[in-house]
């Protein structure tokens, strides 16, 4: 493990993995959704779909009174759990364990021939290239890393005002928003989220379905950036 200083307070990562290469020369991590995220109501919750290591997490928490933050992989998760801690978010974060999605199944870690790098280790992610973009699907068998998945509506409280959702679950984003797609019609927040042709389409979804999706539910579509997946839908 490494962890290094940033502007924002401590972050343990992975040693050969992107993020924390990143942190550590001192940038904002996917800082081209920042400005989106910053235009969320701060007076509501916000919930982290893929928190990985907790970098968004904790600068969430910063602004927001309650964070939902949901991270599959166990180890991220015990990371994620630690910067929390680390950074005195605790009474803020809640952390759930298990992978958003739209319905109650088990995922396992894709192949590494469909992610395109090797996983040296299922477990200790440290060995992992990429570690914060591993990806969890259906239909794989053997021993690639058993994950229960389910609807994040459960988590949220009937009575919290949602007034962002960030999602970033490597091809699952539109499975995560449908399993909140309550909050989503209650709570009416922004949501800025990641679209992975390639990803997406082993969970049998196309870019129609994400439109499809957002328009019945009232949404506009903007893309952040040509060159980068990611979006952001305005209630």
């Not at 991270?71 to 759990?81: G, N």
Request: some cysteine; hydrophobic content about 45%.
């Amino acid at each position: 493990m490494r962890t290094v200083e940033t502007a924002y307070g401590p972050f343990t990562g992975f040693d050969q993995d992107l993020v924390t290469q990143i942190l550590s020369t001192g940038q904002f991590w996917d800082a081209q959704i920042r400005p989106y995220l910053d235009q969320a109501d701060p007076a509501g919750w916000a919930i982290d779909l893929g928190a990985n290591i907790g970098w968004f997490t904790v600068y969430l928490a910063q602004r927001h009174p309650h964070v939902i933050a949901v991270e599959a992989h166990p180890t991220t998760r015990e990371r994620l759990q630690h910067n929390v801690r680390a950074n005195t978010a605790e009474g803020v974060v809640h952390v759930v364990g298990g992978a958003a999605y739209d319905v109650l199944t088990l995922l396992r870690i894709a192949p590494e021939a469909w992610l395109g790098w090797p996983i040296a280790d299922l477990v200790n992610l440290d060995l992992v290239p990429n570690a914060a973009s591993l990806a969890f699907v259906a239909g794989i068998v053997g021993d690639r890393g058993e994950i229960l998945a389910g609807p994040i509506d459960l988590a949220v409280p009937k009575d919290a005002h949602v007034s962002l959702i960030k999602c970033d679950v490597q091809g699952a984003d539109l499975r995560a928003l449908r399993g909140l797609r309550s909050t989503i019609r209650r709570c009416r927040p922004l949501i800025v989220f990641e679209f992975e042709e390639g990803a997406s389409a082993w969970h049998g979804d196309e870019w129609c379905d994400y439109e499809g999706f957002f328009s019945a539910l009232g949404y506009r579509l903007e893309r952040v950036r040509a060159d980068l997946g990611d979006w952001v839908a305005w209630p």
